[in-house]
């Protein structure tokens, strides 16, 4: 039996698809988790504590639903495979894995986590600058189909900080990156989506999930 090894290829690049099916059951299991989560999120709450608590609420879901073909990882580690030695890209919030993924390390969903609200300017800015740019310049989910970010919305309406952001996007990446209307999710302030040319052109669609986190109120903007 002879092995063959791939060659070096950039994090993130298989061709692997993923249907809509697929996407609804991430956006469900997202809106689900992050619901379950809200009365257990206190004020001043920093955005990787938040997202343990809702990995753990998804894990929770899942297993209570039966779902067997899918795998929900913690914050998971990027390499860079072309470099000929050990070079961490960043860490990716959350990423699901369904049973076609399975074996491809490089194959996953990606959901990236950022804290919004009206107001928040700084954390408007961050979603964008810290959140949006890992998946435009293809640091994170290089060459997938398509991604998620989750926002903790932390002041209402969500309306305003979907307009700040909106106008970032179109003035960093340019009209195609704007946000409309996207999937409804019934537990969900809104879904937006957009679409980012990554580095080397490839298209990536960002799900933008909008959830009330407004119990987590009273952060001091900045941290």
Request: proline share 4%; hydrophobic share 40%.
């Amino acid at each position: 039996m002879t092995l063959r090894l791939a060659p070096d290829v950039p994090v993130g690049s298989p061709a692997f698809q993923l249907s809509n099916d697929r996407a609804a059951t991430v956006l469900d299991l997202l809106c689900s988790a992050a619901y379950e989560a809200r009365p257990h999120v206190t004020a001043g709450m920093l955005e990787v504590p938040i997202t343990l608590i809702i990995r753990k609420a998804a894990r929770r879901i899942k297993s209570q639903l039966g779902l067997t073909d899918i795998e929900i990882r913690g914050e998971h580690e990027l390499e860079d495979m072309t470099s000929p030695g050990a070079t961490l890209t960043g860490r990716i919030d959350i990423s699901l894995k369904f049973l076609e993924h399975f074996g491809d390390q490089d194959a996953y969903v990606g959901v990236e986590c950022k804290r919004v609200g009206a107001g928040l300017s700084q954390l408007n800015r961050r979603y964008v600058t810290e959140g949006v740019a890992r998946f435009a310049t293809g640091q994170y989910a290089a060459g997938h189909p398509r991604a998620f970010m989750l926002a903790y919305v932390l002041a209402l309406p969500v309306k305003t900080p979907i307009q700040s952001i909106d106008r970032r996007l179109r003035r960093t990446y340019g009209s195609s990156a704007q946000l409309t209307p996207g999937a409804l999710h019934r537990l969900a302030l809104a879904v937006q989506t957009s679409a980012l040319q990554q580095n080397g052109g490839h298209m990536i669609r960002l799900e933008h999930v909008f959830m009330d986190m407004t119990c987590a109120s009273g952060i001091v903007e900045g941290t």
